[in-house]
């Protein structure tokens, strides 16, 4: 067996395939990532569909209009998380406004925001060396409604 990128192939004939293959599935790749920013760019508009920043995502996770959650490949942040309905913020504690239980402090909200993102059958993006993200504060996110 064979690695060639992400891919692990059976015989040196896929290996080969496989490797040609590697430079126009790159150009696929970025072209989608292109896409995705632009739609961004767009959808930050006055009553678009799209969210910038740690705060405005995580309010958009929370009432599901989350389509696809974008990330900067380097993006943490602390945070909290309510552990009766899953309620996510970008402060460090308190009470959940949804069902008033204690929220739990989160080094990294990162991971519990991807998981709600795909149990909300949402998709999530990591993006590297993209310096769109930086400007809104490296997590975004296209919205359904």
Do not use: K
């Not at 929220?103 to 993102?117: F, G, K, M, N, S």
């Amino acid at each position: 067996m064979v690695e060639v990128g992400t891919e692990v192939c059976r015989t040196p004939a896929e290996a080969r395939a496989a490797q040609a293959a590697l430079p126009a599935m790159r150009d696929h790749q970025e072209a989608q990532r292109d896409e995705l920013l632009g739609r961004l760019q767009q959808g930050l508009g006055a009553g678009g569909r799209a969210a910038a920043g740690l705060e405005e995502v995580l309010d958009c996770l929370n009432e599901q209009r989350v389509e696809t959650l974008l990330l900067d490949a380097t993006f943490a942040s602390t945070g909290a998380q309510c552990p009766s309905c899953g309620w996510l913020c970008a402060r460090d504690g308190g009470a959940c406004p949804a069902d008033g239980a204690e929220l739990q402090p989160c080094r990294d909200v990162v991971e519990p925001a991807i998981h709600r993102t795909l149990a909300q059958d949402a998709d999530v993006v990591r993006l590297r060396d993209r310096p769109e993200m930086e400007l809104h504060g490296g997590i975004a996110a296209l919205l359904r409604f």
